[in-house]
């Protein structure tokens, strides 16, 4: 059974770092693209962050420069680091598990999801 577990969540100030992990279990991790999407209160789910199987990553333009993606093809988990956040990237987070060789924007290339974790930026 394919398991994607998200945790790092939380409520920050404006300007603050925060760091989620995504654990995978039950699929060959090292041959899956990875990605990282968010979802907002009445937004579509978009993609922020993905990272191909051999690593090389794409960015939304929205959180480039401020995001980084990284992923442990030994522990099986995929990280995002994020800083200097702002109100706007409050949204509950998603990882997702891609068969695709290459990291993609489209939630339609993801086979599998995670449960998500929420983080709130306010002051």
């Known amino acids: 059974q394919v398991q994607l577990v998200e945790s790092g969540g939380g409520m920050v100030q404006p300007g603050a770092s925060l760091r989620l992990s995504c654990a995978v279990s039950?699929?060959?991790?090292?041959?899956?693209?990875m990605g990282w999407f968010r979802q907002a209160p009445g937004k579509e789910r978009e993609c922020v962050a993905a990272t191909a199987w051999r690593g090389s990553a794409i960015y939304a333009d929205s959180v480039k420069g401020r995001f980084a993606i990284s992923r442990d093809n030994v522990e099986n988990t995929v990280y995002l680091q994020m800083n200097s956040l702002k109100p706007e990237d409050t949204a509950v987070y998603y990882c997702a598990a891609s068969a695709r060789l290459t990291g993609s924007y489209y939630s339609r290339d993801y086979d599998y999801w995670g449960q998500g974790t929420q983080v709130t930026v306010s002051s």
């Open positions: 039950g699929l060959t991790f090292s041959r899956y693209a």
